[in-house]
């Protein structure tokens, strides 16, 4: 069923003349008389009467017409629902995977400042650690994957995905033992420390475990955990060390109950990523909420 079929079709019941109906939508008065037949063969009985040069609709016909009639103006509508839909109102849902540093204190004021201005946009949000982001991301589960850690382009293009650098970010090793934090260390100097590390499959763990294999070294770890703020407080009331996301500590950093320790011949940052897939890239709300993100990182 087409919708210019409808629109002849109730043309035809206020005008009960094809000749008349022809003439306004430009088409030839056997045209009309296919389009009142092909709407017949799908309701299953007659919808006019002919009487002289007029055709009078049937009972069933001013029936449908009702029906039909809030069929097409619902499709008019809808359209210029679309039209008038600018950049801030798009309307939609939004299904994104982020890391836990990325999700727990990068992404929330985005989010919250992102979902005042577009309303009508519903943002799904999931947490996970790196190899389950890329996985949800490539297998269509998520529209968008925000992780943290190192994506070459190459390799995000041979697993049909396109990445782009969002934000970077400084990796710290931090103690809350100032006097220790006093001067540059050694990492091997460290290696009778209690190191506590983020789980096996994190980004950020994985990025600080590569820089130390560079140099030779592997960190003895303590204990591992999944949670960033239970990291936090081991290092702070207990001595431990860690490696943080600056962005994850910042606060701790300004109250001065952690300090950084600057590593020798160990520079460390790390890059949050957008991952989406190459299907995507057409996908308007995905497209503004990455620009948003882009905004916001630079402030």
Request: overall charge neutral; some cysteine; charged content about 25%.
């Amino acid at each position: 069923m087409k919708i210019k079929d409808l629109e002849i079709f109730l043309d035809l019941l206020k005008s009960k003349s094809p000749t008349q109906t022809a003439e306004r939508f430009s088409i030839s008065q056997p045209n009309v008389s296919i389009v009142v037949k092909r709407l017949e063969k799908l309701a299953g009985f007659p919808l006019f009467e002919r009487i002289g040069k007029k055709l009078v609709p049937t009972s069933r016909a001013l029936f449908l017409g009702g029906m039909w009639l809030e069929v097409v103006q619902g499709y008019y509508a809808s359209l210029e629902s679309l039209e008038r839909t600018d950049s801030q109102e798009i309307t939609g849902e939004l299904s994104i995977v982020a890391t836990h540093t990325i999700s727990e204190y990068f992404l929330p004021k985005i989010v919250f400042e992102f979902a005042k201005t577009h309303r009508k946009v519903r943002l799904k949000l999931q947490v996970a650690h790196f190899k389950e982001c890329f996985e949800q991301i490539k297998k269509g589960a998520v529209d968008l994957a925000l992780v943290e850690g190192d994506i070459p382009s190459q390799y995000a293009s041979t697993e049909g995905l396109v990445s782009e650098m969002l934000h970077t970010d400084s990796l710290i090793v931090a103690s809350n033992d100032f006097i220790l934090a006093s001067r540059t260390r050694d990492i091997k100097d460290l290696l009778d420390k209690m190191w506590i590390l983020r789980e096996y499959g994190s980004g950020q763990r994985e990025q600080f475990v590569g820089a130390l294999a560079k140099l030779g070294v592997e960190i003895p770890i303590f204990i591992e955990l999944n949670c960033t703020t239970a990291i936090k407080d081991l290092v702070i009331c207990d001595g431990a060390l860690s490696v943080f996301s600056e962005i994850a500590i910042r606060k701790e950093l300004e109250n001065k109950v952690l300090f950084p320790i600057k590593i020798k011949n160990l520079p460390l940052e790390q890059s949050f990523y957008s991952l989406k897939r190459r299907s995507q890239l057409h996908n308007p709300i995905l497209l503004k909420f990455e620009e948003y993100v882009l905004e916001q990182s630079k402030q």
